[in-house]
């Protein structure tokens, strides 16, 4: 017989998510996103961060002041977008902790990803997140709120 206690397909792209969200440096928020093909296939993963020749030791990342973060990183959608180094994007499923932006939402639309698959929704009612699913609807983007079977996925490195 064969196991029965293996993770979806949501659950492993999202545990992927997660775990790219693990490389962000930022303190305050770190977010991952997996773009998936109709095949179960990851195209492209991505977390928050600065652009490439950017260093997180001299950029700044307060959240307040003149100079912020806000200036500089490039969120984990768009950073999975580019990531894709110019594979069809066309159909794709985008998994990402947090819900995506406006400015994000504009890049999902124009890559031709068809489903977005979100953790939590964090910042619904700030008008960057009413004006991108405003937009995402428009698109006729599917929105699929994540529900696991599990609370926990459990990597060890060192099994004895």
Avoid at 5 to 13: H, L, Q
Avoid at 15 to 36: F, H, M, W
Avoid at 42 to 64: A, M
Wanted: glycine share 6%; proline share 4%.
């Amino acid at each position: 017989m064969k196991r029965k206690d293996y993770i979806s397909w949501d659950e492993y792209f999202m545990g992927v998510s997660l775990l790219a969200a693990k490389r962000s440096k930022d303190p305050n928020t770190q977010v991952g996103a997996c773009i998936v093909d109709k095949n179960n296939i990851i195209l492209s993963t991505g977390y928050n961060g600065f652009p490439y020749g950017c260093s997180d030791d001299v950029y700044p990342w307060e959240r307040d002041g003149d100079d912020t973060k806000y200036n500089y990183v490039v969120h984990a959608e768009l950073n999975a977008i580019l990531n894709a180094r110019g594979k069809d994007l066309n159909g794709a499923r985008l998994y990402v902790d947090l819900f995506p932006c406006n400015e994000c939402a504009k890049a999902i639309i124009q890559s031709g990803i068809s489903e977005i698959v979100y953790l939590y929704d964090k910042y619904a009612d700030t008008p960057a997140t009413i004006a991108s699913k405003k937009m995402l609807a428009s698109a006729g983007i599917k929105l699929r709120k994540f529900e696991a079977g599990t609370d926990s996925i459990t990597l060890v490195f060192n099994p004895r």
